[in-house]
Nanobody, 115 residues
Framework: QVQLVESGGGLVQPGGSLRLSCAAS????????MAWYRQAPGKERDLVAT???????YYADAMKGRFTISRDNAKNTVYLQMNSLQPEDTAVYYC?????????WGQGTQVTVSS
């Protein structure tokens, strides 16, 4: 069983940066490909980025060059560094395995980009 707790969201101005963290419980974490997802108001939840057990990464087109996903298996934590944030990045951000597991969804962390 894995429990995921996201943190690090907040209000930031356009062009600003935030670093999200996702702390995972359970020894299975190290064997999971992990991902960040986001859900904007009135929209479906979308994939943002993924990272394999060995550290290989994938980014959705809109995030390439701006977001960086990383993981620390010793700390059971996944990170998302977000730079050059824009209002369209406003959403609740979630971490999960990839493919996602329904039972792993946490509360997410709100990111609001506004001047």
């Amino acid at each position: 069983q894995v429990q995921l707790v996201e943190s690090g969201g907040g209000l930031v101005q356009p062009g600003g940066s935030l670093r999200l963290s996702c702390a995972a419980s359970g020894s299975i974490f190290k064997s999971l490909r992990m991902a960040w997802y986001r859900q904007a108001p009135g929209k479906e939840r979308d994939l943002v980025a993924t990272i394999t057990q060995g550290g290989s990464t994938y980014y959705a087109d809109a995030m390439k060059g701006r977001f960086t996903i990383s993981r620390d298996n010793a700390k059971n934590t996944v990170y998302l560094q977000m730079n050059s944030l824009q209002p369209e990045d406003t959403a609740v951000y979630y971490c999960n395995a990839h493919p996602h597991r329904v039972r792993y969804w946490g509360q997410g962390t709100q990111v609001t980009v506004s001047s």
